[in-house]
């Protein structure tokens, strides 16, 4: 997986670590990070939901937060857990763009080890940034 969870980062908190060769992996990775904070197996999500998230946002950072919430937002409001299928992310222009072909199902307790309960991606230390040929993202949580 390209994500780790950093210890220490924030009290009371999950804090990853995402890397990726490209923006579009990079946000996808995000995704996965994300879900698995509330999943304790990604593997037992079956594709039998889609949904489609557009997202805009200038500085990178805020479009990554904007399409991570978008994951929070339909796990609370349609029990959905997601995984992204397909990004595209434009940066020519002012703001930034991401689409984001998501799929997953309804979150089933019979199958589903869930571990914890996201409620939101906050902006303490939020950033996104390319060193060499990696973009990386750190994200916090609020479980």
């Known amino acids: 997986m390209p994500f780790e969870y950093l210890e220490d980062a924030a009290t009371s908190d999950v804090t990853f670590h995402a890397w990726a060769s490209s923006l579009e992996e990079l946000f ?10 509330m999943l304790a197996d990604l593997e037992t999500i079956a594709p039998v939901a889609r949904t489609e998230v557009e997202v805009a946002a200038d500085p990178l950072d805020l479009l990554l937060w904007r ?28 703001p930034h763009h991401a689409h984001a072909a998501l799929v997953g199902e309804r979150i089933d307790r019979h199958r589903h080890e869930l571990v914890a309960d996201v409620k939101a991606v906050t902006l303490h230390a939020l950033r996104v940034q390319q060193t060499g040929a990696l973009w990386h993202a750190y994200v916090t949580l609020d479980v």
């Not at 996808?28 to 904070?37: C, E, G």
């Not at 978008?70 to 990004?87: I, P, Q």
């Open 67 to 94: 399409l991570l919430d978008e994951v929070v937002f339909l796990k609370d409001s349609e029990g959905l857990l997601l995984r992204a299928e397909h990004v595209a992310v434009k940066t020519g222009t002012r």
């Open 28 to 37: 996808a990775a995000a995704v996965d990070a994300v879900t698995n904070t």
